[in-house]
């Protein structure tokens, strides 16, 4: 017997509910105690269970809709059952009209007229494959800008970086922190404490990682329902420009997001099958603390995971293959960082080629002759590349250039209803660049016209004093505007910095000859990757060196290191 679904009333407060998702479509079977859609509340997102079994036969809400509650938004009968007449009721109710009683109707009508029916709507507006910080965000932005949304993932939503890379790497990070501060409590008065056996619980360090990671995990789930955007586990494969299969089931779609974000690199090198040689991965996972271990590479991921052990107790040696560690970060940042980690016992080789992994060491070439660094595990840190798995993209026309898919400032593809966001383009591999670059995917989608800018993109480093930098670096601010002027301001004339026992580092900072317009800023210190956000803001803002200078900062904070090093760039030092 056809039953009416009306919208429900959960709460003595509740007067009308949002359709956020149906999580079935008409034509579909349902059974009892399925979820059948979604609706938001004043308070929260609740998913609707089907009271018997049937067949979807009418829906009268899309997705995002909001009705009065006990209003009709369903119709669930029996497949071949006449509903006409509760169809005409339920709209009546709803102020709204149908041009013909059921599809079967239009189809018959155009059958008989020799006219062929309308083409088939696509499943979706919009199939992003990847659920990682630039696919989870541009779904949600697609589907609050009225796109009916999908997001394949064939993992854990929030990729690599919350997973497995930004936040398990942080969190691991402020727990060597607070070993530290620990350690040095008693120069902030801090006596009694026996320090014989401080150490890490690793136990306890990964259960607190695991926590963390879990619940921003569930936000994202959270933030699909609310927004609307319908999840589908498994693999995307893209079959054409406009059809993804997932697990054998084939979804249609205008538009489709690559999102499938990168993998991890690794050096063609001969290794011994008796040396451990763990990827971050298995990194953050470590049980026990190692009595030492060799990285081999000295970047962003590298030179982190090199201050995590130092500061937990592990022997750390570091293998780069470039003249210095850090090569994206200026060069008189990267001098300080090296000698911070020296002072904390790492040994640092640059200029040295891996050649070979034995059981008991990295062997590599130095100035000419072969040396070794004896190690019980190795980390890989050499890198990222991006993903392209289930992307057959000479097939689809999907132009590349060394491993990377190319795509414009608007991030669309060679192939015009696809684009490809976060990693998988190669352009900036960080997490916040990911994210802008899905807004701006789906503003493009969506007919606002946007286009992604790189060089005032922040990045970041979190050892302790953090490195945080945005723009060029003195070298390349050289190369494209000769005369360019410098502003500088140690840490150690910051009252902050000295009220918070770490006075090491520096803010330098770089404008061009002609407007003193920023063009580069550099934080080695305590908040460096806090601070970093207002030169983001100022560079976006084309500030020059006077206008930050004579903004006024709080004192006492670390923040006044901008005004700082900004008046000592307009030839006005005041502290220095």
Not at 62 to 81: D, F, R, W, Y
Not at 105 to 125: C, M
Not at 255 to 272: C, E, H, N, R
């Amino acid at each position: 017997m056809a039953e009416v679904i009306i919208m429900p009333k959960l709460g003595f407060n509740m007067d009308e509910g949002k359709l956020v998702q149906w999580y079935k479509k008409e034509g579909d079977h349902i059974g009892k105690g399925e979820a059948l859609f979604s609706i938001e509340t004043d308070k929260t997102s609740i998913d609707i269970e089907a009271t018997g079994d049937g067949v979807v036969r009418k829906l009268f809400l899309k997705e995002g809709e909001a009705v009065p509650v006990t209003l009709p938004i369903a119709i669930i009968a029996g497949a071949g059952e006449d509903i006409d007449a509760l169809v005409k009721e339920a709209l009546e109710k709803l102020g709204k009209e149908e041009s013909t009683s059921s599809s079967a109707q239009t189809v018959a009508s155009a059958q008989a007229s020799g006219a062929a029916p309308a083409a088939a709507a696509k499943d979706f507006d919009i199939i992003v494959i990847g659920g990682g910080p630039g696919g989870y965000v541009a779904a949600i932005k697609a589907a609050q800008l009225g796109k009916r949304t999908a997001v394949v993932e064939k993992d854990q939503y929030g990729g690599v970086c919350m997973n497995r890379g930004c936040i398990p790497t942080k969190t691991l990070l402020r727990s060597a922190e607070s070993l530290k501060e620990i350690k040095e409590s008693d120069q902030f008065g801090v006596v009694g404490l026996d320090l014989t056996n401080l150490q890490l619980d690793m136990t306890k360090v990964q259960k607190r990682k695991a926590g963390i990671v879990g619940q921003l995990v569930g936000g994202i789930n959270g933030l699909f329902r609310k927004n609307g955007v319908t999840p589908i586990s498994g693999e995307g494969i893209i079959k054409d420009k406009n059809t993804v299969s997932v697990g054998g089931k084939e979804y249609t779609a205008d538009f489709i997001i690559i999102a499938t974000g990168s993998g991890i690199k690794s050096l063609p090198v001969p290794i011994d099958s008796g040396m451990e040689v763990l990827t971050s991965n298995e990194a953050l996972d470590l049980a026990e603390i190692p009595a030492d271990i060799t990285i081999i590479g000295g970047g962003v991921i590298g030179v982190e995971f090199a201050y995590f052990f130092a500061s937990i107790g592990t022997k750390v040696t570091v293998v780069e293959f470039l003249d210095r560690i850090l090569p994206m970060v200026d060069e008189e940042i990267t001098k300080q960082v090296t000698s911070m980690l020296e002072q904390m016992g790492v040994k640092v080789y640059t200029s040295a080629r891996v050649t070979e992994i034995s059981k008991a060491a990295v062997l590599f070439e130095k100035d000419g002759s072969v040396e070794q660094a004896a190690a019980s595990k190795v980390l890989m840190a050499v890198g990222r590349g991006p993903d392209l798995g289930g992307i057959d993209c000479e097939a689809l026309g999907i132009r590349t250039e060394r491993g990377a898919i190319v795509t414009d400032s608007n991030m669309r593809t060679s192939v015009e209803n696809i684009y490809a966001v976060g990693d998988v383009n190669g352009k900036a591999m960080l997490a916040h660049t990911a994210s802008a670059e899905g807004i701006i995917a789906a503003e493009n989608i969506c007919g606002h016209h946007k286009e992604m800018v790189y060089d005032r993109i922040p990045s970041a480093i979190y050892i302790q004093p953090e490195v945080a930098c945005v723009g060029l670096t003195e070298v390349q601010a050289r190369e494209k505007y000769g005369d360019v002027k410098i502003g500088r301001f140690p840490l150690v004339g910051n009252g902050k910095a000295k009220v918070a026992g770490d006075d090491r580092g520096m803010i330098k900072v770089i404008t061009e000859p002609k407007y003193q317009e920023i063009v580069g800023v550099h934080i080695f210190g305590i908040h460096a990757t806090d601070l970093i956000a207002e030169a983001a803001v100022a560079m976006n803002l084309e500030a020059t060196a006077e206008e930050v200078a004579m903004s006024i900062h709080p004192h006492p904070t670390i923040s006044e290191i901008y005004h700082e090093a900004f008046h000592a760039a307009i030839d006005k030092a005041i502290h220095i």
